[in-house]
């Protein structure tokens, strides 16, 4: 069946990374026919998260674990476990805060922006973002200023490629945090291979998007403190219900873990080089385009390829390049972050090898015409 002729939908390369607006990820054939094999069946959904609050704790060092709709729900509903607990008449009563801590605390430079601002997640449950620290620093004395205060739910620490300014120190953030006895949840919504790292920090709770490179169906996992983890399965009576896990999601997260734990890490590894390597060999001779090879900067072990345009060579700006690229058929999508400085950023994880090809092919084309 092809979906993208049946229903007249463009046919897209995403070289962009998880990236949700061209759908994030491609899951393997084996997730997808547990999730279709899991959509004409009933279960008892408390038992699916039992199942994969087990697989969770089987899979990672984490105490205990779950499943919301995705990560965007795990940041609204972590916030309100840290302001409920499992006090069902405070859970029924969200967003509103009527003797509840709800001042959230975050680095300014931890705002980020992943198709909705972080500030507004935190806003959904009710609490009260307060920022600290500048867009260059955020230090462990700035946090600690203001944890000191009344009516403290957490410290909210994010873990991305999006955060600005130098990095906040995450180990001595926990550590202070807990000296004033007060949770952190850690967003870590595209660092699922970063997880073990990020547990080690004894944050409370680590947020992941199993859609992005656990490469499940769209799913919020979380994981760590037994307690915490009960009180946002809990938020399901409340908020939580606007959030919740599905059963293809959940089974799917199984299916993708199992996939993971039966995967060889060395050759998936091997394979990204491959890739990168090839590309790099067929885009070198085109002139006024450098390519470089630059190693993911939170430490996950695969590259991404930097395309440097020169456009007084080519009499084209990565702006415009970019524009004719998500124009053209296919429709190939690149991270724009570096856009500014002619820099067009590609993730070549969930690509074959013609789909690299295809990426040549257009790139040299619109170059040639140019010319
Ligand atoms: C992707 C992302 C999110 C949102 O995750 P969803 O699962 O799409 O809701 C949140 N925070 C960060 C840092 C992200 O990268």
Redesign the pocket.
């Known amino acids: 069946m092809n979906l993208h002729k049946k229903y007249n939908l463009t046919n897209v390369i995403n070289a962009a990374g ?1 990236y ?1 607006p061209v759908g ?1 990820s491609r899951s393997s054939k084996y997730v997808c026919e547990t999730v279709a094999t899991s959509l004409s069946e009933f279960f008892v959904i408390d038992e699916l998260q039992d199942r994969v609050n087990e697989a969770l704790c089987n899979f990672t060092t984490a105490e205990s674990g779950t499943i919301t ?7 609204t509903l972590s916030i309100a476990a840290t302001m409920t607990g499992c006090d069902t008449d405070k859970i029924l009563a969200l967003p509103s805060i009527e003797n509840m801590s709800n001042r959230v605390i975050l680095p300014v430079g931890h705002v ?1 922006n ?3 601002s ?1 500030i507004q ?1 935190i806003k959904l449950s009710g609490a009260k973002p307060i920022l600290v620290g500048t867009e260059r620093q955020c230090t462990t004395s700035d946090i600690e200023k203001e944890l000191s205060k009344e009516k403290t739910a957490c410290l909210l620490l ?3 490629r ?1 955060t600005k300014g130098t990095l906040v120190d995450l180990v001595n953030a926990v550590k202070v945090a807990h000296n004033h006895n007060i949770p952190v949840i850690i ?4 660092q699922y291979m970063n997880i073990e790292k990020l547990l080690s920090t004894k944050a409370d709770l680590v ?1 992941i ?1 199993a ?2 490179y656990l490469a499940s169906p ?3 996992v979380v994981v760590g403190n037994k307690e915490l983890v009960k009180a946002v399965r809990e938020q399901g009576k409340g908020i939580g219900r606007a959030m919740k896990a599905t059963k293809e999601s959940i089974c799917g997260v199984l299916a993708a873990i199992e996939d993971r734990k039966n995967s060889n890490d060395k050759k998936w590894i091997n394979t990204q080089k491959d890739k990168i390597i090839y590309f790099l060999q067929n885009i070198k001779n085109l002139s006024g385009v450098l390519a470089t090879e630059v190693p993911d900067s939170s430490g996950m072990p695969f590259s991404r390829v930097h395309l440097q345009i020169d456009p007084t060579v080519l009499k084209i700006d990565a702006a415009t390049l970019v524009d004719k690229l998500k124009k053209g058929s296919p429709s190939i999508w690149v991270t724009e972050s570096l856009i500014l400085k002619n820099v067009l950023i590609l993730e070549l994880v969930s690509l074959s090898i013609e789909e690299l090809k295809v990426i040549k092919v257009c790139i040299s084309n619109i170059l040639r015409k140019k010319l």
């Not at 967003?187 to 595209?190: L, V």
């Open positions: 998880p949700s994030v709709h995705c990560s965007a729900s795990s940041i980020v992943y198709g909705q972080i997640a994010v873990s991305s999006l967003d870590a919504a595209a947020l998007s859609q992005k769209t799913a919020g």
